[in-house]
């Protein structure tokens, strides 16, 4: 295995609108990151990928980019961002930035440009298609956001032509097709290396290239929501015959030729064709995150999935590529509220869940928050919401005849904002995020879940990651191991031994609310093993012959 920084590096995701506020206004800021740092040098994590601090009208909380090299003045000054980067660095934190590539802004100066007249020099970075004959849309595609009419394409009166957003109509889809266009963000991206930054994290990047002909969708990937005969095709404008093309054609122009990791949305990427995308010979990125293991939309993971989709992306290792492992982020829920049980065993299901994240092979993204085990929201109104896509729902679903509780039962425990209200800092009004009035509710269980309360306490959560955390840059097992599982039949216990030729490690994980029988298999039994952590301190489940073990119980040995 080729050594690269990005294989034993821990990534901690910041959502900053969300992290600490330093000035008042209700909104994260980077002097709040950087106040903060001390902590994640503490919990010990190597990288912060950003999500999109850009200048931006914030319509999808930043990936609406409308300046790609200036920060969103609520969060500070290009100037903060390069104390940042230093402090940052000088502490062995290395940052990553979020690079959205699909679209743009609609206030973004291409644009502002490109909507003036049809031969204006930036018409051609972004899709434009004249009306059918009747003046309709140019085809029946459908917007991700469920806004407006439910089309992907908005009629511009200016010029007379429909321009394609397959998110909001303020995110106009950039055109890739269109060589100036490529150039300028090639030169956007390198500056941003020039400055220092260490990688990028790419927004759905499989849906660069679009169908030739703009073809009409025929299948609906959520056929339950309603868009008013506009088809949503996840499909249709992913993993397009050409993405890889532009990938190869990025990669020699920026990626490829300096230091930078990158990690790509990876919306159609399996473990089927990962390596199209993520094997090093094929110059295009370094690892992809999936969403076969945890997806917002698809019902959480089994003992069975889990085993299978670890094993089918150790085969991607192996054949010199790379894996990503994380359980949520900005866009989905709070995984111990999805995967494990937010309410009897909290803190156990947490520390087990992290456990799988931190020693399955692959680099782990953690996402800020998960170290505290915070969890999901209910609000019962849908002014407490923020994201476009559950406001959009909300209303599209009220519009076609739900009732108000019909709808909310709907997006409740789908909403993305389960995971972006603020950071708990501690049980103090606001959970210390910030002195003002924070631009989304705080989870009203921070006087229970929060950083002070874990850091007093040496069996919290934020204790034990930071155990496991070290405990992989202990261990060269977790991060070149192979990975084997036993107990494949077992419906509750998830069992895999990590090997190099340095050591074993054996990880025991109980992925259940009820005790389970361990039947420990022959070789383990014939060996010694060592625990390493667990979090369950007082009650070692015996290597030696058949045991019970507690809900959630987690154990990783050494092999002696
Ligand atoms: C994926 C991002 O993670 C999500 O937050 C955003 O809404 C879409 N891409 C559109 O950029």
Known sequence: MEKKWWKEAVVYEIYTK????????????????????????????DCIWFTPIYKSPQVDNGYDVADYQD???DYGTLDDFKKLLDTAHSMGIKIIMDMVLNHSSDEHYWFQESRKSKDNPYRNYYIWQPPKADGSEPNNWGNRFREGNGSAWEFDELTGEYYLHQYSKKMPDLNWEYKPLREEIYKMLNWWLDMGVDGFRLDIFTRL???????????????????????LDNNMCTNVEGIHEILHEINRNVFGIRPCMTVGEGSGVTYENAL????????????VYHFQLAARKRPPFTVESFRKIQSEWMKVIENNGWAVQYLSNHDSQ??????????????????????????CPGTPFLYQGEEIGMVNVEYDDISDYNCCYTIGDYHSMIANGKTKEEAMAFIVPRSRDNARTPYQWNGSENAGFTTGKPWIKVNPKYTDINLEKDMKDPDSIFAY?????????EHPAIIEGNLKFHLENDPQIIMYTRECEKETLLVIVNLSDNNAKLDI????????WERLITNRENIAPSLDGNTDVLPWNVEVYKKL
């Not at 992290?19 to 980077?30: A, E, P, Q, T, V």
Request: glycine share 8%.
């Open 18 to 45: 969300s992290f600490c506020d330093s000035d008042g206004d209700g909104l994260g800021d980077l002097k709040g990151v950087m106040s903060k740092l001390p902590m994640l040098k503490e919990l010990g994590i």
């Open 276 to 287: 199209t995308f993520v094997k090093a010979e094929r110059e295009e990125i370094d690892m």
């Open 209 to 231: 290239k679009k169908p030739a002909g703009f073809p009409d969708a025929t299948v609906a990937s959520s056929p339950e929501l309603d868009r008013n005969g506009f088809v």
């Open 334 to 359: 709070r995984h111990v509220s999805r995967y494990g049980n937010d309410k009897e065993f909290r803190k156990e299901s947490a520390k087990a869940l992290a456990t799988l994240t931190l020693t």
């Open 521 to 528: 298999p022959e070789e383990i039994k014939s060996n010694k």
């Open 71 to 73: 920060i969103e003045p």
């Open 465 to 473: 990651y930071k155990k496991a955390i070290a405990l992989r840059k």
